[in-house]
Nanobody, 123 residues
């Protein structure tokens, strides 16, 4: 059983930086991939970034590439999302997720989800 808890979301101004954290508890094999998804009001949940446990290979959506940096500290079972140059379009509830599968960009591939942390970017 895996539990995920996100934190760090808040209201910021466009251009600001913000770091989200996700603390996981559970078995390492259930955390083969950890990822971030976001859901804006009235929109579907969308992939943001993901990172593999062993290789630390990271993948990003086109909308956040070069602005966001995903990382994970396996010793702490913690994943981070460093967000820079935030835009109003980044406003969403951000969810931490984990899976033992490798199809990292599909929400339905993830087995575990956190409750979400809200990020609001004002221009």
């Amino acid at each position: 059983q895996v539990q995920l808890v996100e934190s760090g979301g808040r209201s910021v101004q466009a251009g600001d930086s913000l770091r989200l954290s996700c603390v996981a508890s559970g078995r390492a094999r259930s955390l083969y991939v950890m990822g971030w998804f976001r859901q804006a009001p009235g929109k579907e949940r969308e992939f943001v970034a993901a990172i593999f446990r062993k290789t630390l290979s990271a993948y990003y959506s086109d909308s956040v590439a070069r602005r966001f940096l995903i990382s994970r500290d396996n010793a702490k079972n913690t994943m981070y999302l460093q967000m820079s140059k935030l835009k109003s379009e980044d406003t969403a509830v951000y969810y931490c997720a984990a899976t033992d599968k490798s199809d990292y960009n599909r929400p339905d591939a993830y087995d575990e989800w956190g409750q979400g942390t809200r990020v609001t970017v004002s221009s």
